[in-house]
């Protein structure tokens, strides 16, 4: 048991912050589709609007609190956690308002992903256009939020 506490020790905190934040996403998908049943409507709409803002009020309230008290955060060479607790009071309103306009952002093209993908596979498999063939699920929703939610922090999107 020791060596695997080890062995996880050892991993960079980026990876263990992504890993993270890949099984945030994935429950507040399975908890908003599947547990007010907005997976179940004819539109999507509703589902791509409340999954943006749960994302958005989890990451900003939850997730991004407990990862800065757990990790040091490295930005530009410097440790941005206590950047964190010393902003104006005009900067942290616009890093809550990007952050919940970035993860609606996510969201929305997430969905446009699922299109393609179903899209594609329907062409391939010479399917019905209606027809479902990768529906929405945490896991994979969660690994193209999270691959898709670090590129737009990399690229600059709420830094």
Partial sequence: ???LVDKI???DDIYKIIFFRWWFSAAVCFFIAMGLQLGNQNTTFELIFTLGLGM???NLFIFNPII?????IKKRGKIANKKMNERSILEGV???????FKSMIT???VSWI???INMLINLVGNYSSTNMSF????IGFGIIFTFLYQLLGYVGFNR
């Fill in 1 to 3: 048991m020791r060596k």
């Fill in 9 to 11: 020790k050892k991993i």
């Fill in 56 to 58: 958005g009020i989890v």
């Fill in 68 to 72: 800065t008290s757990v990790f040091d």
């Fill in 94 to 100: 616009c890093y809550m308002l990007s952050e919940i």
């Fill in 107 to 109: 969201v929305y093209i």
């Fill in 114 to 116: 699922y299109q393609g």
């Fill in 135 to 138: 529906p929405l699920e945490p």
